[in-house]
């Protein structure tokens, strides 16, 4: 192991080296030259010799079987005589119809997956919940061979991985692979893919880190990818992305391509979202999420120049759930929020996953500037994430989001120029706004009596609120004072 490491960190040096010895070799024909480039070469090979040997042991193959329901059509029912028996056709239900021509069948697949924890005699895989998430029955195969029977252990869709373990009583050599820092990789790291592409188990492929940070809406809200041009087919969903030390950086999810193929453009979950979950999946098998009951979205510079937050990077807290912890501690919708726990946010995705690696019952500062006023941190107790059907809408307040009369606003819904306030967009149905009769395309002039002519002055005198708020609205060219919104 210390062996390999020291060769490993020269990797780089001696990649360049032999690059620059070929080329003086293609000049000369001496004999003891080209027999020292073949030396360093061999070295750079030795390489990834040690981190394969390092490595698939414990990199496993997951052959999963999912129990699937399929409704069919009898082709004989509309004949009203019993052909379906004589041909096979399971017998119908009547109770509710629910049932009613319906059949169950296997669907196999298979993925691969990493051991990353030992307890005694169960070890851990860890590995893609559109992998083993829906398994009726899971085999663990070894890189020697062995097959072991699959328990799922507990499952996470929104990062998109699972646990499976294993009983292996009679032999604890079973290795479990090491785990790296993803927040040191950066682009044009050396890195290699294990797993079982396309059926090929124990494949390796190496290649660089294309880019890190990496989103994608449709397979993550929380999840910032590893992007890699190391292949990933197929069947390495679920294997780990590995740095030059053997270190797992990553857990390799999905591929873009238009062919269905590799063609340089993978992704890996970095191994820092997961390592807590790995631990909470163990413990609970679940993933406890924190939550404070803030909705962000991210915001144009338009909206960031009526803030007064021009040139900051951030997270728009444009919703605070009523009676939530965000509530409780004092966030107020129109905060910019600039840091957590001292730490910079960049993003709305970036602050999504800071809070929700908070254990419940952690205290988070939050840093923000509201009315362009940087204020001292506020602290809010975070609590367990509530499942999505019980965060309702009567509860999110305002229950829409503020948008600034710009020039192309103005021109959108012909809005005077004299006319000053904010327009209301996206009001949630049944939300404190819906209720007050606020409804899109509403021109908002005043709060609590209080004129505001931008979203600063607006969310600054929403913040002041304590009791209760009501809203000016003009409204095809007359003004109306709503209903009272008592908290």
């Excluded at 294997?239 to 992704?267: C, D, E, K, M, R």
């Excluded at 706004?433 to 005043?446: E, F």
């Amino acid at each position: 192991m210390n062996k390999s490491i020291k060769i490993l960190g020269a990797t780089a040096l001696l990649f360049l080296l032999s690059t620059s010895l070929f080329a003086q070799t293609s000049k000369k024909s001496n004999s003891s030259e080209s027999a020292q480039a073949l030396s360093v070469v061999e070295s750079f090979q030795t390489v990834f010799r040690d981190i394969s040997d390092m490595l698939l042991p414990s990199v496993v193959e997951v052959d999963v079987t999912e129990t699937k329901t399929v409704t069919y059509t009898n082709p004989f029912e509309s004949f009203g005589f019993p052909f379906g028996d004589f041909f096979g056709f399971p017998e119908e239900e009547d109770e509710g119809k629910s049932k009613k021509n319906q059949r169950e069948y296997e669907q196999k697949g298979l993925g691969s997956g990493v051991i990353v924890r030992r307890v005694n005699n169960t070890y851990y895989v860890l590995t893609n919940n559109h992998v083993a998430g829906s398994a009726s029955k899971i085999t663990v195969k070894l890189n020697d061979g062995r097959e072991y029977e699959g328990k799922l252990v507990g499952t996470d869709e929104r990062i998109d991985i699972a646990l499976v373990s294993f009983e292996a009583k009679k032999d604890k050599s079973i290795p479990v692979a090491n785990l790296g820092d993803s927040d040191n990789v950066k682009p044009g790291d050396i890195c290699m893919a294990f797993g079982a592409p396309l059926g090929f188990s124990q494949s390796v492929t190496q290649g660089i880190i294309s880019a890190v940070n990496r989103s994608e809406s449709s397979m993550s809200s929380i999840s910032d990818y590893i992007q890699t041009d190391a292949a990933i087919n197929q069947g390495n969903s679920g294997g780990p992305l590995v740095n030059i030390y053997g270190q797992v950086i990553g857990i390799n999810t999905w591929i873009a391509s238009s062919s269905g193929g590799s063609v340089g453009l993978g992704f890996a979950i970095p191994i820092n979202n997961i390592k807590k979950s790995i631990d909470s999946l163990i413990d609970h098998g679940k993933i406890i999420y924190g939550w404070v009951g803030v909705s962000l979205i991210e915001i144009n510079d338009d909206y960031k120049e009526d803030l007064k937050v021009d040139n900051l990077d951030g997270a728009f807290a444009v919703e605070v759930f009523t009676n939530s912890p965000a509530f409780k501690g004092g966030l107020k919708p129109g905060d910019f929020i600039v840091t957590i726990n001292g730490k910079l946010v960049n993003n709305v995705s970036q602050l999504v996953r800071e809070v929700g690696s908070l254990e419940a019952g952690t205290i988070a500062k939050f840093g923000v500037i509201r009315g362009g006023i940087r204020i001292p941190d506020i602290s809010v107790k975070v609590e367990e994430r509530a499942k999505d059907s019980e965060i309702q809408n009567n509860k999110m307040w305002p229950g829409f989001i503020a948008y600034p009369l710009t020039d192309e606003v103005r021109k959108q819904y012909s809005i005077d120029k004299n006319i000053k306030g904010v327009i209301a967009t996206n009001v949630e149905a049944k939300s404190p706004a819906a209720s007050l009769g606020i409804g899109k395309g509403n021109i908002i002039t005043a709060v609590n009596g209080v004129k505001v002519t931008n979203l600063s002055e607006f969310y600054g005198e929403l913040a002041k609120a304590t009791k209760g708020v009501n809203f000016d609205l003009y409204v095809d060219g007359n003004t109306i004072q709503t209903g009272t919104y008592i908290f």
